[in-house]
């Protein structure tokens, strides 16, 4: 069975540092993907990246970056620079392809990440 | 595009009554999927839909119901609510391409049930 552990529950940090979201996953296939989505207080989910699991490059974009290492099933989300506006709920989830995707994502408990000015 | 629009935003039933909860999405995606966020828990799969006509279960399936007859519409439906119920209510489609799949979630259904 597939499983994904976000085990910090809650962050906080002052306004400009940098930090790190961790994600644990377990999963039997050797093909998965990977997601990464932000849910501000609005409540809205906001997809921020996809990872396919033969893909292990790390991305960045602008000050987010992942780091995906299949050797210690993690994919890690660090933010540079904070800011107030990245105070949000942000959750990993896992799919597994076997119904081509359809069946739906896993998702971690979600992190609680409070940026303080 | 409108993208996943799901009515209403808000709910609130007593128990024992029983509604619907309307999702359609203008994407022309195979896939639809219903999530409930409770706190603490985050989003947990209740059923999801590969097709028109083709429905199954997910992680917390007890006590709703699914039926999929249009590519655009993926209702939820309640048939008694309990308090255990009170949730938030995500509804997503995804599309078969490429590889997987990007899940568009809807707005969301605060659901209340005394």
């Known amino acids: 069975a597939q499983k994904v552990t976000q085990a910090q529950t809650e962050i906080s940090v002052v306004e400009k540092e940098d930090v790190t979201l961790d994600c644990v996953y377990e999963t039997r296939d050797t093909t998965y993907y990977l997601f990464w989505y932000k849910q501000p207080p609005s409540g809205e989910l906001v997809f921020l990246i996809r990872?396919?699991?033969?893909?292990?490059q790390n991305e960045i974009s602008g000050r987010y970056s992942w780091n995906f290492q299949k050797s210690t099933s993690s994919f890690n989300f660090t933010i540079t620079a904070s800011q107030v506006v990245d105070s949000a709920v942000y959750f990993c989830?896992?799919?597994?392809?076997?119904?081509?995707?359809?069946?739906?994502?896993?998702f971690g408990k979600g992190t609680h990440l409070i940026i303080q000015p | 595009n409108a993208g996943v629009t799901q009515t209403p935003k808000f709910q609130v039933l007593k128990t024992g009554q029983s509604m619907t909860l309307q999702c359609a999405q203008d994407?022309?995606?195979?896939?639809m999927s219903w999530y409930r966020q409770d706190p603490g828990m985050g989003l947990r799969l209740i059923h999801y839909?590969?097709?028109?006509?083709?429905?199954d279960q997910g992680e917390v399936p007890n006590g709703y119901n699914v039926s999929r007859s249009t590519t655009e519409d993926f209702p939820l439906r309640l048939l008694s609510a309990a308090p255990s119920q009170t949730s938030v209510y995500f509804c997503?489609?995804?599309?078969?391409?490429?590889?997987?799949?990007?899940?568009?979630f809807g707005p969301g259904t605060r659901l209340t049930v005394t």
């Open positions: 839909s590969v097709g028109a006509g083709i429905t």
């Open positions: 997503a489609s995804s599309y078969s391409g490429q590889g997987v799949y990007e899940q568009y």
């Open positions: 990872r396919n699991s033969f893909d292990e």
């Open positions: 994407m022309n995606h195979e896939y």
């Open positions: 989830a896992l799919s597994e392809p076997t119904g081509g995707g359809a069946d739906g994502l896993t």
